[in-house]
T-cell receptor, first 115, second 108 residues
Framework: GAVVSQHPSRVICKSGTSVKIECRSL??????MFWYRQFPKQSLMLMAT?????????EQGVEKDKFLINHASLTLSTLTVTSAHPEDSSFYIC???????????FGQGTRLTVV | KNEVEQSPQNLTAQEGEFITINCSYS?????LHWLQQHPGGGIVSLFM???GKKKHGRLIATINIQEKHSSLHITASHPRDSAVYIC??????????FGTGTRLQVFP
């Protein structure tokens, strides 16, 4: 199947700093990528839809100034958690689909801990 | 109420047992996905189906469009099958709506 690579897999940062997470589609072009957040033992929560060459679409309740998304190319989307706070500690995972309605492929996820 | 309901929430089995996980959804969909999330967090797509049945190794997925129901079966279960299995549906957009997942533990 197709490969989506996410980096880093784990990151620990201090409160107030910013953290960038990268999501790359390695063998296909992804005009759309999705960013999810997952709390322990809970389902995936869609944060935003990243659109290549245009602004991301954020879900209700997600602060766009806190979670900056950039999708500058057909193979790379980035999520930057700005001015990180301990409550931002979570598991973040990206996904892309083959075409608009194709199979979904997920990155390995990033476990963020803010201390 | 979640649009996508999975059952059971938790499941334990002895190695070799036949396992069934169920998924129900409330409105018509364009496709249903079965995903596997490993303890480390990574998610693997197992199946995407819109009708009938698909098989891959020991895994079988079926869907009944009229009843808005899908099942994931694991034959001859093995401890390495221990994971969270997630059902997700998509409508006419590219977004996925996720079920709450089924946590499976297979003991030797």
């Amino acid at each position: 199947g197709a490969v989506v690579s996410q980096h880093p897999s784990r990151v620990i940062c201090k409160s107030g700093t910013s953290v960038k997470i990268e999501c790359r589609s390695l063998d296909f072009q992804a005009t759309t990528m999705f960013w999810y957040r997952q709390f322990p033992k809970q389902s995936l929560m869609l944060m935003a839809t990243s659109n290549e060459g245009s602004k991301a679409t954020y879900e209700q309740g997600v602060e766009k100034d806190k979670f900056l998304i950039n999708h500058a190319s057909l193979t790379l989307s980035t999520l930057t958690v700005t001015s990180a706070h301990p409550e931002d500690s979570s598991f973040y995972i990206c996904s892309a689909r083959i075409g608009q309605v194709g199979e979904a492929f997920f990155g390995q996820g990033t476990r963020l801990t803010v201390v | 109420k979640n649009e996508v309901e999975q059952s059971p929430q938790n499941l334990t089995a002895q190695e070799g047992e036949f396992i069934t996980i169920n998924c129900s959804y409330s409105v018509g969909i364009s496709a249903l996905h079965w995903l596997q999330q490993h303890p480390g967090g990574g998610i693997v797509s197992l199946f995407m189906l819109s009708s009938g049945k698909k098989k891959h190794g020991r895994l079988i997925a079926t869907i009944n469009i009229q009843e808005k129901h899908s099942s994931l079966h694991i034959t001859a279960s093995h401890p390495r099958d221990s994971a969270v299995y997630i059902c997700a549906v998509s409508y006419d957009t590219d977004k996925l709506i996720f079920g709450t997942g089924t946590r499976l533990q297979v003991f030797p």
